[in-house]
């Protein structure tokens, strides 16, 4: 079974930088990327960033453009989200997902997720 588990959230100040990991286990070939969403209090979910596993195709939401560097390592399976100058609107939970579709900025079509990791600006 696909498993992507989140990793290295935590606080950190205005301006700042956090790099935040996604470990997937079980990925079959079938599975096309990955993605990054992030939810704060409050608030919808948004989309932040997301990657085809052939790093051919990549994607950023309009809030983290130019501060987000989203990239893979397909040997160890995981994708990593990179994010400078960090904003107090930058807390929320990071959700990483796995999709089998094209579609890689749409929170519907990613078939498996994580259970987050917390990123928190202070001001």
């Known amino acids: 079974q696909v498993r992507p588990v989140e990793s290295g959230g935590g606080l950190v100040q205005t301006g700042g930088s956090v790099r935040l990991s996604c470990l997937v286990s079980g990925r079959t070939l079938s599975s096309h990327g990955v993605g990054w969403f992030r939810r704060a209090p409050g608030q919808a979910r948004e989309f932040v960033a997301a990657?085809?596993?052939?790093?051919?195709?990549?994607y950023y939401g309009d809030s983290v453009k130019g501060r987000a560097t989203i990239s893979s390592d397909n040997a160890e399976n995981t994708v990593y989200l990179q994010m400078d100058n960090l904003k107090p609107e930058d807390t929320a939970v990071y959700y990483c997902?796995?999709?089998?579709?094209?579609?890689?900025?749409?929170?519907?079509?990613?078939?498996?997720w994580g259970l987050g990791t917390q990123v928190t600006v202070s001001s």
């Open positions: 997902a796995v999709t089998e579709s094209l579609y890689l900025k749409s929170p519907g079509y990613y078939d498996y």
């Open positions: 990657i085809s596993w052939s790093g051919g195709t990549r």
